[in-house]
């Protein structure tokens, strides 16, 4: 049965045994974990770090960014945590799923190293995320719209 709802649990460590509608959230550790949404009973955790997800507490509800791609999983689910609320997201085909694996590896490597350039690492272009679409502003509309 699909979860349609998280509900925080703060916590020092992350229970052995895990509660469907629950997200399970260790500050001292900088990670989440709860059961996958889609009910197939797998452990999803998602750590805290500048190159994982970010968690926002809004008093009563969290939000996890960006959304969670379960790949390596059989559901392979997909969804984001806002306010609690699971949203579904698009289903990637195994193409998205590589490039994304290489965005994610290549965004460590420029965190975590002493890269100067960009250029330094391959592919750094080669992904642009399906959910993220380039927001334009009023003038880029315009020119967009009338061929400038």
Same mark, same amino acid.
């Given at each position: 049965?699909?979860?349609?709802?998280?509900?925080?649990?703060?916590?020092?460590?992350?229970? !052995?045994?895990?509660?469907?509608?629950?997200?399970?959230?260790?500050?001292?550790?900088? =990670?989440?974990?709860?059961? /996958?949404?889609?009910? /197939?009973? $797998? #452990? %999803?955790?998602?750590?805290?770090?500048?190159?994982?997800?970010?968690?926002?507490?809004?008093? !009563? =509800? %969290?939000?996890?960014?960006?959304?969670?791609? $379960?790949?390596?999983?059989?559901?392979?689910?997909?969804?984001?945590? #806002?306010?609690? #609320?699971?949203?579904?997201?698009?289903?990637?085909?195994? !193409?998205?799923?590589?490039?994304?694996?290489?965005?994610?590896?290549?965004?460590?490597?420029?965190?975590?190293?002493?890269?100067?350039?960009?250029?330094?690492?391959?592919?750094?272009?080669?992904?642009?995320? %399906?959910?993220?679409?380039?927001?334009?502003?009023?003038?880029?509309?315009?020119?967009?719209?009338?061929?400038?």
């Amino acid at each position: 049965m699909k979860t349609r709802i998280l509900q925080p649990s703060f916590v020092k460590f992350i229970p !052995e045994s895990l509660e469907d509608g629950i997200i399970y959230i260790s500050i001292d550790y900088c =990670t989440a974990t709860h059961n /996958c949404v889609c009910g /197939c009973g $797998n #452990k %999803v955790v998602t750590p805290f770090t500048p190159t994982d997800w970010e968690l926002a507490f809004n008093g !009563e =509800t %969290v939000s996890l960014s960006p959304s969670i791609g $379960n790949w390596s999983f059989d559901c392979q689910s997909h969804y984001w945590i #806002k306010r609690g #609320k699971i949203q579904w997201a698009g289903q990637w085909s195994q !193409e998205e799923i590589e490039a994304g694996r290489r965005k994610d590896q290549i965004t460590k490597q420029l965190h975590f190293s002493d890269v100067d350039e960009p250029s330094e690492v391959s592919a750094k272009s080669e992904f642009t995320p %399906v959910e993220q679409e380039p927001v334009l502003g009023f003038w880029q509309k315009l020119r967009h719209k009338f061929g400038l």
